[in-house]
């Protein structure tokens, strides 16, 4: 299968931080959810995507391609939607389109005709006036309107509310239709992720923890409840963390088949939310559970 976007070994220093030996694959046709905390490497890792940031170390390719040779050709099949403007506030819609529409080869005009209809925007009044969800969807129409390939989305649903939030999901899941285009979207909501993604890459710390399909999270991870008798130091290396309790023990596993077979009946197993795993890999076993004497 294709991937749109690679990086192998990819790595980029900062005082204070460093993206490790990132190793992702995005793969064509599907939305793929980036997740991580604030300060993870989510917003570095697509500064690197777009080339707006250049490795320290490692490659990256986008439709097989890389940006010294081919930085036009790439930047014209991707679309990008940031969670702040990148808009000149003083000037229209219709005058911002008028200067965006030369740059990409395929500009669509009925189309972005067709998504200012659907999102209700009107073009001949100044950007600066716009609300944080009029900009979003101002954006969006942007982004689709040259029909890119690749739509690369920074946590655009950031600060919206729950109602357009809905919405826009409904348009990214109008587009994927054709099975053509692929998403790559960042963002710390993840119950959005949750009814659109069909992968998920997660980021913690600057390392990257796992990419899997969907549905395989559902399989793999679980959040296990038991009584603290069953801990020794044997069994709490099977989970990702532990929190303990007067009343028991809460943990979460990478490895639900396993626990299911070491503990049987003994505990109960739960789904994690996208929100779970995230939280337990952040606390690790050591700020979870206190080590044994």
């Not at 990256?60 to 036009?72: D, M, P, S, V």
């Not at 982004?143 to 690369?152: G, N, T, V």
């Not at 999901?169 to 979207?185: A, H, S």
């Not at 008798?229 to 069994?235: A, I, K, Q, S």
């Amino acid at each position: 299968m294709e991937n749109v976007i690679e990086l192998r070994n990819v790595s980029k220093s900062f005082k204070g931080f460093e993206l490790k030996d990132v190793s992702i694959s995005v793969k064509k046709g599907f939305v793929t959810g980036f997740i991580g905390e604030n300060g993870a490497g989510k917003s570095t890792t697509i500064k690197l995507i777009m080339n707006l940031l250049q490795p320290d170390s490692g490659e990256i390719t986008l439709f097989g391609l890389n940006y010294k040779q081919h930085e036009k050709e790439i930047k014209q099949r991707i679309g990008f939607v940031f969670d702040q403007n990148v808009f000149y506030e003083n000037l229209t819609l219709l005058e911002m389109k008028s200067l965006i529409a030369p740059i990409y080869k395929n500009w669509d005009n009925a189309a972005f005709n067709h998504y200012v209809d659907m999102f209700e925007l009107p073009l001949k009044q100044r950007l600066s006036t716009f609300s944080k969800g009029m900009m979003m969807k101002a954006s969006l129409a942007v982004a689709l309107s040259h029909h890119p390939e690749l739509i690369i989305m920074d946590e655009p649903t950031s600060g919206l509310d729950p109602i357009f939030r809905r919405e826009l999901l409904g348009v990214l899941r109008d587009i994927m239709q054709d099975g053509e285009r692929t998403i790559f979207f960042s963002t710390h909501i993840t119950t959005d992720l949750e009814r659109i993604a069909d992968y998920i890459t997660f980021i913690h710390n600057g390392r990257h923890i796992f990419s899997k399909e969907y549905y395989s999270i559902q399989e793999d991870y679980a959040i296990v409840k038991g009584d603290l008798n069953l801990l020794d130091r044997d069994t709490e290396q099977e989970f990702v963390a532990i929190r303990k309790t007067n009343y028991g023990f809460e943990a979460l596993t990478n490895n639900k088949k396993r626990v299911e077979k070491l503990f049987g009946d003994a505990v109960l197993l739960e789904k994690p939310t996208l929100e779970d795993i995230m939280l337990y890999t952040k606390k690790g076993k050591d700020q979870y559970a206190p080590a044994y004497s």
